[in-house]
């Protein structure tokens, strides 16, 4: 039996690992509508998008502050959504606002998953999310590929404050700074 060099073995190896750290794991497919997301739920969702940079959003459509705020969401998910980050957007709308909810999502052109809040327990949440997180809206949580969340804002945040900060959390070689908006009109 021939045996193979070890520069080919060790080359082979790195290869290996650079893809490693540059790939970016699938994205969870985005609910059906607007379900109902309760305490339990909200630590699936977050498990569910281990693998990718997540951004979740609490905002709602009475919210004036929320709806300024959301065009830049749209935005920095349709620049970096390739490169692996993913938004969740959760309302803190009452359940008979299902239709404002997604009139106000279709308006906005969102891509991504959104739920509707049906917590039980709002201040636990709160404080098993960012208890220095005082509950208002909006409101969101940066979490890394492990799981980790790294940042939060509470209170309308720009564009270029979110980017800011997903930046260094995407893979390798996917963090040079996006211009443009892929689905803005040239």
């Not at 009475?62 to 300024?68: A, F, G, I, M, S």
């Not at 959504?81 to 008979?96: K, N």
């Not at 327990?121 to 590929?145: C, E, K, T, V």
């Amino acid at each position: 039996m021939k045996q193979v060099p070890f520069w080919l073995v060790m080359t082979a190896a790195a290869v290996l690992v650079a893809r490693s750290h540059r790939s970016v794991a699938p994205e969870p497919a985005p609910p059906q509508g607007v379900p109902a997301l309760d305490e339990a739920g909200f630590h699936k969702v977050l498990e569910q998008y281990r693998g990718r940079v997540l951004l979740v959003n609490f905002w709602a459509t009475w919210c004036e502050p929320c709806r300024e705020e959301f065009p830049g969401i749209v935005r920095l998910y349709r620049v970096y959504h390739s490169r692996g980050l993913s938004v969740v957007a959760i309302s803190m709308d009452e359940p008979h606002s299902v239709n404002a909810i997604q009139q106000f999502l279709k308006s906005q052109k969102a891509a991504f998953g959104c739920y509707r809040q049906e917590f039980h327990n709002f201040p636990a949440l709160i404080d098993s999310i960012d208890p220095s997180w005082g509950g208002g809206i909006p409101a969101s949580f940066l979490y890394d590929r492990q799981g980790k969340r790294v940042s939060s804002w509470e209170g309308a945040t720009t564009y270029d404050q979110l980017e800011r900060a997903v930046r260094p959390l995407l893979p390798e070689g996917s963090q040079r700074r996006e211009t443009r908006d892929p689905l803005a009109r040239e």
